[in-house]
């Protein structure tokens, strides 16, 4: 099996046993939250590493039809949250025909125990795993019996259903931020690293940061009021953020560029995190750059007036 461990520390982990919580955590919202805890509190009562296990790529890209779902954060956003919870380490297991053709005791023998040095291992409520998903709870606490621990975690509710992971992206694709927010526990966020751009809005007179999107696809295109975090920098920063193609100049790929009003330097390079706050417009093509311009400016004055 192919393992990247992550040290989420300064510092590299002690080689002790791992408390392990197993999951995508795409978003790291609430359920997440309460999963990666329980990690947490069972390792430090314990002695252990708090580990969080990961799949890359996304299981669905190998076993469906459909493909990954679309990412809800970047990396960079995942392994800040991961951090503040009390996770230590970050475990990529690659995803492949080979490892899911494994059975759970196989995935047991190959991933928690030669893997991981699993002596712990916290999964949610309805966890499956193994080919075909033919294993659940009741199968890796058997499998575990005398060699590791299973601890189960229950679902947390919203509205009477489950909070997850395909619920953020739908309030996402709606553009219901305040959703989104309830749903992860904090407001929704980017964070990446400046690359270059084309310049073009420099040359509008709205000089912007193109921040690396990192396979992020979940959020809708269009522009939104946000606070940003320069790295090096305590203070957040308002900023108009632009989501989309550029149709106006003909573009093709997404990308993310954040406008910081009155400020004009070099940050490529350089760390960003992005809170977004509220969704102003859709992105839409412009027929002249004095209409580009005029409603650029708009933007910016409805980003300075949204209420932090």
């Not at 996770?87 to 492949?96: A, C, K, S």
């Not at 499998?143 to 739908?170: C, H, K, N, Q, Y």
């Not at 553009?175 to 966020?189: C, I, M, N, S």
Request: glycine share 12%.
């Amino acid at each position: 099996m192919d393992f990247r461990v992550e040290s989420l520390l300064a510092r590299p982990a002690n080689d002790g046993p791992r408390a392990v919580a197993i999951g995508n955590f795409d978003g790291v919202h609430l359920g997440h939250a309460r999963l990666l805890e329980t990690c947490v509190a069972a390792a430090h009562s314990r002695g252990h590493v708090p580990v969080a296990l990961s799949f890359d790529p996304h299981p669905a890209a190998v076993v469906s039809s459909l493909g990954a779902p679309p990412r809800i954060q970047t990396l960079a956003s995942q392994r800040r949250r991961l951090r503040e919870i009390g996770i230590e380490e970050l475990v990529h297991l690659r995803f492949d025909a080979s490892v899911a053709r494994l059975s759970p005791a196989q995935f047991v023998e190959a991933a928690l125990i030669d893997g991981v040095r699993a002596a712990a291992v916290v999964v949610g409520h309805g966890f499956r795993f193994g080919a075909a998903r033919a294993g659940d709870v009741d199968a890796l606490r058997s499998l575990g019996r005398g060699r590791f621990e299973t601890i189960e975690v229950a679902a947390i509710e919203d509205d009477g259903e489950r909070v997850s992971s395909s619920r953020i992206r739908e309030a996402l694709n709606r553009g219901d931020l305040a959703a989104v927010e309830r749903f992860l526990g904090r407001p929704y966020e980017i964070e990446g690293v400046v690359i270059q751009g084309d310049h073009r809005g420099r040359g509008l007179g709205f000089p912007t940061a193109n921040v690396d999107l990192d396979g992020v696809s979940a959020l809708p295109r269009g522009v939104y009021a946000a606070d940003g975090f320069i790295e090096g920098e305590t203070v957040g920063r308002r900023a108009a953020v632009n989501l989309g193609v550029r149709p106006t100049f003909g573009g093709a790929e997404p990308r993310l560029e954040a406008h910081f009003p009155g400020m004009d330097g070099d940050l490529y390079g350089r760390s960003i995190r992005l809170i977004l706050l509220g969704r102003l417009r859709d992105e839409r093509r412009f027929d002249s750059l004095d209409d580009l311009k005029a409603q650029l400016a708009a933007d910016v004055q409805a980003a300075l007036r949204w209420p932090r």
